[in-house]
Nanobody, 124 residues
Framework: QVQLVESGGGLVQAGGSLRLSCAPSGRTFSSYAMGWFRQAPGKEREFVAAISSSGGTTSYADSVKGRFTISGTNAENTIYLQMNSLKPEDTAVYYC?????????????????WGQGTQVTVSS
């Protein structure tokens, strides 16, 4: 059973920073691309960022480009989402996801495994 364990969420003021972590439980990924998604209350889950299994290719949603950074590789067995210059509209539950294959994807349906989510709240 593959499980993704997220951590690092919390409450922060606008303009602040948080770093989310995602680590697999039960196995080490060898060929998985990883992604972060988020879901705000009353809204659909949306893509945030993704990274290839080698760590060499990343992709970001326009709304977070320049503020968020995804990093990590399978060798580290952990991926991170560094979130800077946070805004109240970044408030959501953030989910880590893994997909079989090398390349990252922005599509929810491409991912095979999901974490339980971690709450990020940005106060104004």
């Amino acid at each position: 059973q593959v499980q993704l364990v997220e951590s690092g969420g919390g409450l922060v003021q606008a303009g602040g920073s948080l770093r989310l972590s995602c680590a697999p439980s039960g196995r080490t990924f060898s060929s998985y691309a990883m992604g972060w998604f988020r879901q705000a209350p009353g809204k659909e889950r949306e893509f945030v960022a993704a990274i290839s299994s080698s760590g060499g290719t990343t992709s970001y949603a326009d709304s977070v480009k320049g503020r968020f950074t995804i990093s990590g590789t399978n060798a580290e067995n952990t991926i991170y989402l560094q979130m800077n210059s946070l805004k109240p509209e970044d408030t959501a539950v953030y989910y880590c996801a893994a997909r079989r294959g090398w390349t990252p994807s922005t599509r929810i349906s491409d991912y095979d495994y999901w974490g339980q989510g971690t709450q990020v709240t940005v106060s104004s």
